[in-house]
């Protein structure tokens, strides 16, 4: 059974980078054709898909926030992590990692981080 548990700071100030990592058990962030996502949910309002990491090392973002994110894996922990820069108070979400075989449709999440942006 494939386990995801997202970790790092809850409280990044404005104009800094959040960064989190996805720790993965009970499988390989390798195994063919897996995809490991980010996803967000500020408060109020619905699911936001970031980008994602494949199996392969290949990587896919959201138009939106393409020009600030970025994803990578660390294979020899079986973790992949979320980089966003310059971050605003509309960065204030729960942030959430997912793995599946389809991209936008994950069914394994993690339980969810709360970040705050705020000085």
């Known amino acids: 059974q494939v386990q995801l548990q997202e970790s790092g700071p809850g409280l990044v100030k404005p104009s800094q980078t959040l960064s989190l990592t996805c720790t993965v058990s009970?499988?390989?962030?390798?195994?063919?054709?897996?995809?490991w996502s980010w996803i967000r949910q500020p408060p109020g309002k619905g699911l936001e898909w970031m980008g994602a990491?494949?199996?392969?090392?290949?990587?896919y973002y959201s138009p939106s926030l393409k020009s600030r994110t970025s994803i990578s894996r660390d294979t020899s922990k079986n973790q992949f992590a979320l980089q966003l820069s310059s971050v605003t108070p509309e960065d204030t979400a729960v942030y959430y990692c997912a793995g599946d075989t389809t991209v936008l449709a994950p069914t394994r999440w993690g339980q969810g981080t709360q970040v705050t942006v705020s000085s």
């Open positions: 009970g499988g390989s962030i390798t195994t063919n054709y897996y995809y």
């Open positions: 990491i494949a199996y392969s090392g290949s990587t």
